[in-house]
């Protein structure tokens, strides 16, 4: 079905008191969402922002990354230079010592963190990797006070087990991009793979943050089909990734995500998941551009202080961005004093 334009401001309001519900859209609702026009976009925004207000309030959680493992993946994610198969620019380093990771976690909660995510560049974790991980984690939760999220590749039952006992609270696996498109992504492994792990994860009684990357050359039901996918293997935290593509890797060559279409995007993934934690995640800066506030009309949640292997705008700018919307950083243990 089309929508004519005088029905598609009614049909965002729809969709806004369905996800008051959380009822999600049907397919056909969500796919109008993504090729609405531009001059569509502040509408399906403002409808966006009725959930995310009734579900977040005012409050922005901040999430700091520590890559605490970096290049040399023996996996081939063609959007990744962190990469073996790939010539990058990235960092190659082994497993961080424990005391690096705790004092990472400090200046986390320094910069208002609500959430500290240790992310190793693997296939999955070896067991010594698993015991720095497991320990570093015991240590945070007891002397630092912040959540502990991990992002450590492909985890058996007995890996996911481990993490949960030493207290890790969240663990990241990206479902990436819809099921049908995966094997033009990555060959390694399989996106079986994937929703096993966040399958494991979760019942280790972990929550799963996963999520996606937009602007790898996908069609719209490609962002629909991940979309209902990650609503399906029940993420409590949805990181929306826009591509930044990195010199060297095999989608060097493809154009940045236009930033209405990615306003569209987390609006989508808004109506999806009312009541998650929808975060912008990577390439928001180089995407949004100058419309990066409107983010946080959408979204409840946003990293600091950079990607892994590329920068952000830094903290000071990210706090100064949720003051100057009316907004506040939600953290753990209380209120952030800058």
């Not at 994860?201 to 991940?226: F, P, R, Y």
Request: charge should be neutral; proline fraction near 4%.
């Amino acid at each position: 079905m089309i929508f004519a334009p005088s029905q598609t401001t009614e049909l965002w309001d729809q969709l806004a008191e369905k996800a008051l519900k959380k009822i999600a859209p049907t397919k056909e609702e969500a796919l109008a969402v993504l090729s609405a026009s531009g001059t569509e976009t502040l509408s399906i925004i403002h409808a966006a922002y009725k959930v995310r207000s009734h579900f977040h309030g005012n409050k922005v959680r901040i999430h700091v990354l520590q890559n605490a493992k970096s290049g040399a993946c023996p996996e081939d994610c063609g959007f990744c230079s962190q990469s073996s198969k790939y010539t990058t620019p990235a960092a190659t380093y082994p497993m961080m010592e424990i005391e690096a990771l705790v004092e990472g976690a400090r200046k986390a909660k320094a910069a208002g963190a609500w959430k500290y995510c240790m992310v190793t560049a693997t296939r999955g974790p070896s067991n010594r990797d698993l015991d720095v991980i497991c320990e570093a984690t015991r240590i945070i939760k007891k002397e630092v006070g912040v959540k502990v999220c991990t992002s450590l590749g492909i985890l058996t039952e007995e890996k996911a087990k481990r993490l949960a006992e030493a207290g890790v609270d969240r663990f990241n696996h990206n479902l990436e991009t819809s099921e049908e498109r995966y094997a033009q992504i990555v060959s390694t492994h399989k996106y079986s793979d994937r929703v096993q792990t966040a399958r494991y994860a979760k019942e280790a009684g972990m929550e799963v943050c996963s999520g996606g990357i937009v602007g790898m050359g996908e069609k719209n039901e490609d962002v629909v089909q991940l979309a209902f996918a990650l609503r399906e293997i029940g993420a409590t935290s949805v990181p929306v990734n826009f591509l930044d593509p990195r010199p060297g890797t095999p989608f060097a060559h493809l154009p940045k995500v236009e930033p209405y279409y990615a306003l569209r995007v987390l609006s989508l993934f808004r109506f999806i998941h009312p009541d998650v934690d929808v975060r912008a995640a990577g390439g928001r800066e180089v995407t949004f551009r100058a419309l990066q506030p409107l983010v946080l009309y959408v979204a409840n949640s946003i990293f600091t202080n950079g990607y892994l292997t590329t920068s952000g705008q830094g903290q000071d700018a990210d706090h100064q961005m949720i003051q100057d919307m009316g907004l506040v950083p939600e953290i753990a243990g209380g209120e952030f004093n800058a």
